[in-house]
């Protein structure tokens, strides 16, 4: 049995295995297990990767979706019996921005929920600051508060891991909570 810590934030690229890892991550604790998700179907390929997403989950995972009020849905779903997976940050605050909601306030609203939350929450998200400086302000904007966000989480969480090629890199935390086997 994997011991969680509160929060645990899992970084990567996209196709990195980032959702598969917090899974098992979930699934190495007993009792249930909570996706929330934040993804919408917006088109027939988002809507692939949802059905995907889901058929890959058994019997054990209660699905929740919640594109936005992200700190609500997840005091509402954190329990002590129970791991929470929320899939994807990336996602959450790229709809705090098609809404015109104020990612700052969402993300302060988010991390003052966390210590009142009684479960384990994993995090997934994209780490999306590795290549280039985008050429339009919007995309700068989601950059720029990605990596805030992140870096936030990150001084929080008791475990941050980054996928790569399906590997994960424990960058905080023990090996041995992480499901890591790194040297």
């Not at 994997?2 to 604790?29: M, Q």
């Not at 990596?147 to 590997?167: E, K, N």
């Amino acid at each position: 049995m994997s011991r969680l810590p509160a929060v645990t934030l899992i970084l990567g690229g996209a196709r990195s295995g980032k959702s598969r890892h917090g899974e098992r991550l979930a699934e190495a604790r007993p009792g249930p297990c909570v996706y929330l998700a934040t993804a919408e179907a917006g088109d027939g390929e988002m809507a692939d990767r949802i059905r995907a997403h889901r058929a890959r989950r058994g019997e054990r995972w209660t699905t929740l979706e919640e594109p936005l009020d992200l700190a609500t849905a997840l005091q509402d779903a954190c329990a002590p019996d129970r791991a929470v997976l929320v899939d994807c940050l990336t996602l959450w605050l790229n709809n705090l921005l098609g809404a015109d909601r104020d990612p700052v306030r969402e993300v302060a609203g988010l991390l003052e929920a966390l210590p009142r939350l009684t479960g384990p929450c994993i995090f997934v998200s994209n780490e999306v600051g590795q290549g280039i400086v985008p050429a339009n302000a919007l995309a700068r904007k989601f950059v720029d508060e990605a990596g805030r966000l992140h870096q936030a989480l990150a001084a929080t969480a008791g475990t941050v891991i980054l996928m790569t090629a399906g590997l994960p890199l424990t960058l905080k935390g023990a090996p041995e909570t992480t499901g890591t086997n790194n040297p």
